[in-house]
């Protein structure tokens, strides 16, 4: 079983910056790649970023390249979003997941993602 936490949300102007954090619990943490994604009020679930499990590879949904990045301390069991020139339209609720591969994240399928955590808000003022 693998649990995971997020953290880092919040409140922040437009142009501003956060750093979000999702730490994993769970012996088969660092086996799997792990995803970041969100999803707003009315709208669906969307696939933003994602990282393989050595971290030597990332997938970024058009949407947030350039913007955000991904990264991951596999000896702090820790993956991160640091999120820049936020936007008003970035404001969500921001959910890490962990699945099989980058290419499976992507994907934004239920069928493909192994563990969800139960995300971390973030609200972008303009």
């Known amino acids: 079983q693998v649990q995971l936490v997020e953290s880092g949300g919040g409140l922040v102007q437009a142009g501003g910056s956060l750093r979000l954090s999702c730490v994993g619990s769970?012996?088969?943490?660092?086996?799997?790649?792990m995803g970041w994604f969100r999803q707003a009020p009315g709208k669906e679930r969307e696939f933003l970023a994602a990282?393989?499990?050595?971290?030597?590879?990332?997938l970024y949904a058009d949407s947030v390249k350039g913007r955000f990045t991904i990264s991951r301390d596999s000896a702090k069991s820790t993956v991160f979003l640091q999120m820049n020139s936020l936007k008003p339209e970035d404001t969500a609720d921001y959910f890490c997941?962990?699945?099989?591969?980058?290419?499976?994240?992507?994907?934004?399928?239920?069928?493909?993602?192994?563990?969800w955590g139960k995300g971390t808000l973030v609200t972008v003022s303009s």
């Open positions: 990282i393989t499990w050595t971290g030597a590879n990332t």
């Open positions: 769970g012996r088969r943490f660092t086996s799997f790649a």
């Open positions: 997941a962990a699945g099989g591969s980058t290419t499976i994240l992507r994907r934004n399928s239920d069928d493909g993602i192994d563990y």
